[in-house]
Structure formats: structure tokens, C-alpha cells
């Protein structure tokens, strides 16, 4: 199970690493002279530092151009990106999702792509790069881009350190807003998110230029579908360190099924490649093995120990999802954790000895005195999807259901799965 959890995760890295699509597009060269190019749209979540243009589809002949060779660039699929050269404040620090800044400002100038989210007479533009957080600049006709900072400092006050949050940015936005005052109590209010700053600068640009801007970045927002679920899984059960040798020397395998709904949030950017699974199963479980207790003085005497684990459980599942490409049929891996809970147990053990004329079928788990009714397990899928119909083969390594102990349980299954979307 481990070999395989491995060649798949080279085999997406190989394929991830491979992708590449151009789209029509131009580029603005130091000199103000505009090109007509294909340039390699990777619908960036992280700003990019050069881009790929070829002159021709159909050659293989690519060039880089950087901060340094280009004004910006602009994609018919929409993305608009202009270089600058900025400040930024340099001594940041991250606290888990908080950045704090020194109380004293640093700064550092960088050149970069910047990119638009509205262009007029106010700009909005944001970066983004690795370790680093979202930065947002606003640029005044004329004038050259400023970030806007939300400042959050570490401060003691009585022996006590707390977090103090500045929000520098309105007093930023107000300067540059000074000619449209019905927007003074917006401003005072206005969240630290590129999405209400946008709303903001296009309601400014109406105020006082009678337009929302010469270009407004189409809106992003995470895509919400549903899936209906089914399939057939084969599962292998494994019992370590159990002292009744008819639970731990047999492997327990079988057959089973399971169905349900799959909840997916497509993350925006990358052209959705990213997204966020949860789904909640029905699990219908069955393994069975066999044992042979031989007496060792004749093997004529013996007994058999068919022990069935036979159980309905609800699993809630939590994944991530990785599309390896999106055109055609779209292959997919997932990777993620299981919960199963037992809702219903009927397993038995049944025993037979030939000298006996009766045959003893015991009900109940054999295991039930050591049993825990909640299973962990790490997932990993890969599958495809075409048009509204979605298929999956899933890797389940699971904990097992063992309580007790020194005893483990070890459940790994592979289920083949098909999806259609509802929603």
C-alpha cells in the first residue's frame, strides 16, 4: 500500500510540473511598443516573477521576459499584470494567520508584477508572494502605487502581551479620496479584503470620473458542486497481537459497497485545480477468514473458525483535491482522512468440529469486550472527471476498530468509485 501511495504521488508530480497553456495575449515592452503573443496563463495564485511567450502555437520555441524586459502584460482570458516598483514593509513575522509587524516601519523596494483589479482613476492592484502575505497597493492617477497596511503589533502593557491592530490602510484610502466625500463613512468601515477594497475604488472611480474604471478584474469566488456517490470496495483486515489465534493468524477479506453525497469547494485561481472535499458515506463492511485449530496428536480431530465481521458504518470524510489537468477527461488526485463510525454490528463466529454433530454459530463480535465504534483512516485517490460524471479508484489504510491493548487492527480497501454532479 505504501509502494503505491508513492509511485502515484511521483507520477501527479511529474504531471504537474509538465503543464502548460497558452492563450492569446500581449505584452508592453520599455519602449510603449505593444505585442501580439501567446503567453503561458497559469491563472497565478502566486505573482508571477517572469512569463513565457511564443510568437507561434504551434512552435516550441518559448522566450522568458521578467520584471526587467516588460511593462506588464495583459491575457484574453482576463488577467491583467503591470510592473512597478514598490515598497514594502520588510520585518514581518507570522503568527499563525496573523502577520506582525515591527512598531517602527521598514521598508524595502522591490520591482514586480503587480496585479490589476481595477484600473482608473484609482488602481487597485495586489501581490502575492510565497511566505509572504497578500499585499495590496493602491495607485492615484499620477502618482505611484502605495500598499495599504493593516498593522498588527505586539504590544506589553502590566506584564501582559497582546496583539494591537492598526488599520493604517483607511487613513491611506481617505488621503487618496479627499474629492469624493460621500464615501467618508465607507471608508471608516471598509474590511481589509481585496474583494471590499475593489468595491470600494470602483464606487470612488464612479464618484469622481463617472466610470467603475477602464478595467474591472472579473469576480472570483469559490465554486460549490455536488456529487451523488457510489461504489464497490474490496477490503483486506489484518489482527495483530490478539491471543485467540482465529482472530490473528487469518486475513479477513471481502466485499462491500457504500454510497452517499460529495460536497466540493473549487478553489478559485490556478484555473481550479485546487479544491476542498467533504463527503459523507454510507459504508456497508464484510470480511471473513478461516482458521483450523489441528490437534497435534491426529489430524483426523480438528476445528474450524469462520469468523465474519459484518458491519453498516457512516463514514465522514475530509479531502483535498489536486486536478492534474482541464481539458477533456480531467484526472484528479485526492488526498485526505476518513472517520467511520459504526452504526451496526452483526458479526458472529461460527465453529465447526467434524466429531461434533452440531454445529456452533456464536452471534456478536468476537472482538465486541475490545471494540471502539470509531475508525481513522488516510485516503488517497485517483480518478477523473468528464463533463458531470466522475470516476475514482480510493485507497483506504484505516486503524482498524481494535481497543484493546497490544492488539491491532489494520483495514486497507480499494474501492472503485463512479460520481455524477447534482449540483
Not at 173 to 191: E, G, Y
Not at 270 to 286: D, F, P, T, V
Request: positive net charge; proline residues 3%; glycine residues 8%.
Amino acid at each position: 500500500m505504501k509502494t503505491t501511495f508513492t509511485l502515484i504521488l511521483l507520477l501527479t508530480c511529474a504531471l504537474a510540473f509538465g503543464q502548460k497553456r497558452f492563450v492569446a495575449g500581449q505584452y508592453v515592452t520599455h519602449q510603449g511598443d505593444t505585442v501580439q503573443a501567446h503567453i503561458n496563463d497559469q491563472n497565478w495564485k502566486r505573482s508571477p516573477t517572469f512569463i513565457e511567450v511564443k510568437q507561434d502555437l504551434a512552435s516550441f520555441n518559448t522566450q522568458r521576459l521578467g520584471v526587467g524586459d516588460i511593462k506588464g502584460f495583459l491575457l484574453a482570458s482576463g488577467d491583467r499584470y503591470e510592473v512597478h516598483a514598490v515598497d514594502k514593509e520588510k520585518n514581518v513575522t507570522k503568527l499563525g494567520s496573523t502577520y506582525l509587524y515591527d512598531s517602527q516601519s521598514s521598508m524595502v523596494r522591490d520591482t514586480v508584477f503587480l496585479r490589476a483589479l481595477v484600473k482608473g482613476r484609482v488602481s487597485l492592484y495586489t501581490l502575492n508572494e510565497p511566505d509572504a502575505q497578500e499585499r495590496i497597493y493602491i495607485q492615484k492617477e499620477g502618482e505611484a502605487p502605495v500598499e495599504l497596511v493593516y498593522r498588527s503589533i505586539m504590544k506589553r502593557t502590566g506584564g501582559k502581551s497582546g496583539i494591537v491592530k492598526l488599520p493604517v490602510y483607511r487613513g491611506t484610502l481617505t488621503a487618496r479620496m479627499t474629492d469624493c466625500q460621500d464615501l467618508a463613512d465607507k471608508i471608516s468601515k471598509v474590511a481589509f479584503k481585496p474583494s471590499a477594497l475593489k468595491s470600494l475604488v470602483q464606487e470612488y472611480n464612479m464618484c469622481a470620473g463617472g466610470n467603475e474604471g477602464d478595467y474591472v478584474a472579473a469576480e472570483e469566488k469559490i465554486k460549490f458542486n455536488v456529487y451523488a456517490i457510489g461504489g464497490v470496495s474490496y477490503t483486506s483486515l489484518n489482527i495483530h497481537g490478539h491471543p485467540n489465534r482465529a482472530l490473528s493468524e487469518p486475513e479477513f477479506t471481502g466485499m462491500g459497497y457504500t454510497f452517499g453525497t460529495s460536497f466540493m469547494a473549487t478553489l478559485p485561481r490556478s484555473h481550479g485545480k485546487y479544491a476542498l472535499i467533504g463527503e459523507l458515506l454510507y459504508k456497508a463492511y464484510w470480511t471473513e477468514g478461516t482458521f483450523k485449530h489441528v490437534n497435534p496428536h491426529t489430524e483426523q480431530v480438528y476445528t474450524e473458525y469462520t469468523t465474519t465481521f459484518e458491519m453498516s458504518q457512516m463514514a465522514i470524510n475530509l479531502l483535498g483535491r489536486y486536478r492534474l489537468l482541464d481539458k477533456g477527461i480531467k484526472p484528479y488526485l485526492s488526498l485526505g482522512i476518513g472517520n467511520s463510525f459504526i452504526l451496526n454490528d452483526k458479526s458472529r463466529q461460527l465453529t465447526y468440529t467434524p466429531s461434533s454433530s452440531t454445529v456452533n454459530n456464536k452471534e456478536g463480535n468476537p472482538m465486541a469486550s475490545s471494540m471502539r465504534k470509531h475508525e481513522q483512516a488516510l485516503l488517497l485517490g485517483i480518478g477523473g472527471e468528464w463533463r458531470n460524471v466522475q470516476a475514482e479508484v480510493r485507497l483506504e489504510n484505516g486503524n482498524g476498530f481494535s481497543a484493546a491493548k497490544g492488539v491491532k487492527t489494520a483495514n486497507n480497501s480499494v474501492t472503485v468509485r463512479l460520481g455524477y454532479k447534482l449540483k
